[in-house]
């Protein structure tokens, strides 16, 4: 923080007055938006990747003084491996759409059409980028060529395949790797490719939303259709299959037709990388943000093979191994986790003594004591709530007594439908009366048999009182 306060003060000639670290992203670089005395606000980069960071920055100023939207380089000291880029902003075009959708209720117009700035962003910044950065720079690869889409396969064999334990034959699959890579190698790399172009990495500024872009630092040569893949099929986006297809069409605009199954073909090893990031970082590093976009990315894989949009390319155990993934009980655990088991804890007690604790706080407590009292008369005075002489006593006062535990069984029944729903463990029920021994323990018992018999949960059961006396 010492570092980031001298480089700022350096860059603005403002004392730091805030600073708050954002977000961490999918890399293991660290964010700060780093504020001045004066409201200057700008975001501190640390990363010990030092080739990185001399992409990024090269990439930055170079970018930026051929008038693309990307940030301002301010500062740097990379020897002790910070620097200091132009904020801009919180909103993202993936935020954008969710507050949309939270809304609006889908994939709106507006968004459509802002989409449709973005790719026409994509065309300059392809041609523009391709013209100033020096491609030598690039990390780590300074072309997507059979060695960067090889990289990608394996990653997702890896990482993916293995981790989510599924089978495929090593030799049949590397034979249908070969036969992908043949084919995207026929496109020509003679643009800059982001290679990360997605919904997180594309900010928007001001009321007009005007997108700027960030996290270029993995881009290299490559052909135009891989971003415009990462852009339309980025998982949690979630964009509409009838919309990708028009925006995609819109990108190619007049050769969309001989387009559109090249475009497909980059959109499957666009798809494979990703999962094979989800896999590293979810089932190995155990991020749960990647875990929660893996079935988003099987619906799109889906989408491709069910649609038959692929060319006539000879793929036919990679498909295979394709169409199997949903097969995968790990998957499965993803798709569909299995929630775990409600236990309902019902008690009773004495108010002479302590109301017992909730569990997480929450919970309910009962209070019998306008319910008929046995305990007032001698004859049920070694007797419990579970005895039959006391049962017999409250048949006799059924109308109060069904009364108050029809009240009761409501109450909880809707606190266990929803916690069963949501997922949660617990939850704790408890009756009181002035002994903890007659009313108390009859409603326990009762309220612990209706919810055996009315959902597939665990019920404990405790008479605290009772115990204590034992």
Partial sequence: ?????????????????????????????????????????????????????????????????????????????????????????????????????????????????????????????????????????????????????????????????????????????????????????????????????????????????????????????????????SLLFDAKADIPAETRTRLARYFFAEEADKQMPVFHTFVLIRIMQAMGAYGYRGFFERKEHFLQSIPYALGNIKYILNNNLLPDINIPHLLGVLQALEASHVIQGIINPAKPKLNVFVSSFSYKRVIPNTYNGGGHTFDCRALPNPGRYAEYKQSTGKDADVIAFFDKYQDEMQKFLSAAKTIVGMSVENYMERGFESLMVSFGCTGGQHRSVYCAEAMAKWLKESYDIDVTIKHIEQELKK
């Fill in 1 to 229: 923080m010492e570092l980031f306060d001298q480089l700022f003060e350096q860059a603005t000639g403002q004392k730091v007055s805030g600073v708050s670290l954002l977000p961490q992203s999918g890399s293991n670089r660290k964010y700060y938006r780093i504020t001045g005395e004066k409201g200057i606000s700008l975001i501190g980069v640390y990363s010990t990747n030092r080739t990185e960071n001399n992409t990024f920055l090269s990439f930055s100023r170079a970018m930026r003084n051929a008038d693309l939207k990307v940030p301002q380089i301010y500062a740097e000291d990379l020897d002790n491996n910070i620097y200091l880029q132009e904020d801009l902003g919180d909103m993202s075009l993936y935020q954008h759409i969710l507050n949309t959708r939270a809304k609006e209720g889908g994939f709106s117009a507006a968004l459509e059409e802002l989409y449709k700035r973005v790719l026409d962003d994509l065309k300059v910044f392809q041609k523009k980028a391709a013209e100033v950065v020096d491609f030598s720079l690039c990390y780590p690869r300074s072309a997507f060529d059979e060695r960067s889409m090889n990289w990608d396969l394996q990653y997702f064999k890896y990482y993916f395949l293995r981790l989510a334990k599924i089978p495929f034959n090593e030799e049949l699959l590397e034979k249908d790797f070969d036969s992908l890579k043949d084919y995207l190698l026929q496109q020509p790399l003679d643009i800059f490719l982001y290679r990360d172009f997605q919904s997180r990495n594309i900010m928007l500024r001001g009321d007009s939303l005007e997108p700027w872009y960030i996290d270029y630092q993995g881009g290299r040569r490559g052909a135009r259709h891989y971003d415009v893949a």
